[in-house]
């Protein structure tokens, strides 16, 4: 699916009109997508614009930039199986006038659990894209998270991929065929403690990156959250 | 892949040799199997023995008898996320000092919800094999937990697949192209209170089967293996 010749200047152009500040980053990613359709995610929906058109280009700056906008830790929706209660109790011992307070902080767990990976991606964000990479917010590309244009005309993008642990389910990875090394990165390991910043893979930004860093970022940002709550 | 012409004596016999009250469920499960083998699971790892072989029932004996063994709620064994408890401090107000408790309760709950499916099985084979169905442990059988054979030569099996809830993960359901229709039951449901044990598949069980009798085979399971414990 081949994107409209004037693909860039017309995402330079709706992103101007909603969020102005990332007009420049957006029409960079379509650059991109457009020399590389494969890695173009598609719209969901029955009615979705085909990939590459005006439509399409006009939907993704708005999911670029609602991407960003803050969002708060939640508990799940889903309504708690009550037969965990009772292995709670009958085998761990919890007291039953303790099981509502342990499913109620088991459920927000589970919210913040959901949020670390968004919560690193708007870290790393903070730290990269001053440094000319595109946070590549709203899953437009497949299997990257961040890309960086080259520094000389025709030269490769890089593509990272990064994950907050290393048993995280991977995205598409396989989907892509473009030709282009997808870099990887996990923040966190399942089987020991301790964190993986040193082997990020932008070397020039591993000095800027660090665990204490990214826990300051989440403390101010989730204080901001809490000053637009109250 | 054919099964060798003698499978249901075969896998009597193995089964004889390690768990003689289960050889006549086993052989029958085969018999099912060798009748449609697009439904039987391939085993794992490199060396595995090809589906039918003389070699693959030895195997899958051995798995049917040994998933039937009694089994402990275990906490997961990866290192949670530090950041979890950043975000439940920062922006749920755990107090600091709750922090670990939460933490190592969250970890139950979670070793708790991942029992709760094969508990359910377990107890679903309390009622169901005396009664004529089959309990497929070990998943032998793609897409089907429980399999009921014909009462007369010719008849159609009855398949059934559980879940513990109306959005688990399917087994793979697709694999299977049998002719035979999976029926498919769920215990719970994820966007409201209550249970589904009005709907479960083999009519004349429904009043032998309910939330009450399950938690109660649940209390004696768990007191059973907190026995074995000490």
């Not at 650059?31 to 399409?56: I, K, M, Q, T, W």
């Not at 660090?210 to 300051?216: I, L, M, N, Q, W």
């Amino acid at each position: 699916m081949p994107f409209v010749t004037n693909a860039v200047e017309i995402a330079r152009r709706e992103m101007a009109a909603i969020n102005p500040p990332l007009a420049d980053s957006f029409a960079k990613l379509i650059l991109f997508l457009s020399d590389h359709p494969a890695a173009a995610s598609a719209l969901r929906g029955s009615n979705a614009p085909e990939v590459g058109s005006s439509e399409y280009l006009r939907r993704q700056a708005a999911g670029f930039s609602a991407a960003r906008d803050p969002r708060s830790p939640q508990a799940p929706a889903t309504v708690p199986d009550e037969m965990v209660s009772v292995i709670l109790k009958e085998y761990f011992d919890i007291p039953e006038a303790d099981l509502g307070r342990v499913k109620r902080e088991h459920s927000l767990s589970m919210g913040a659990e959901n949020l670390v990976g968004e919560l690193l991606e708007r870290y790393l964000a903070s730290v990269l894209e001053p440094r000319g990479w595109i946070w590549c917010s709203g899953a437009m590309v497949k299997a990257a998270d961040f890309v960086k244009p080259p520094l000389t005309a025709g030269a490769a993008w890089r593509l990272l991929q990064v994950k907050n642990r290393d048993n995280s389910e991977n995205s598409s990875s396989s989907a892509i065929r473009t030709g282009t090394v997808i870099e990887k990165w996990h923040r966190t390991f399942s089987k020991r403690a301790g964190s993986n910043w040193a082997a990020f893979p932008d070397a020039t930004l591993r000095a800027e990156l660090s665990e204490e860093a990214f826990k300051a970022f989440v403390r101010n940002y989730l204080l901001a959250l809490r000053n637009l709550r109250t």
